[in-house]
């Protein structure tokens, strides 16, 4: 699964995928909210 299909996975639910790189670690966050 690529990140392109998460992305559009995390929009279904109006959420937001934040993704953060450098040379020592990378983050995937994902916020979804339930409103």
């Known amino acids: 699964m690529g990140l392109?299909?998460?992305r559009s996975i995390v929009e279904s639910y109006n959420g937001n995928l934040d993704i953060n790189y450098?040379?020592?670690r990378f983050s995937l966050v994902v916020l979804i909210?339930?409103?």
């Open 4 to 6: 392109q299909s998460v």
């Open 22 to 24: 450098d040379e020592e």
């Open 33 to 35: 909210s339930n409103i």
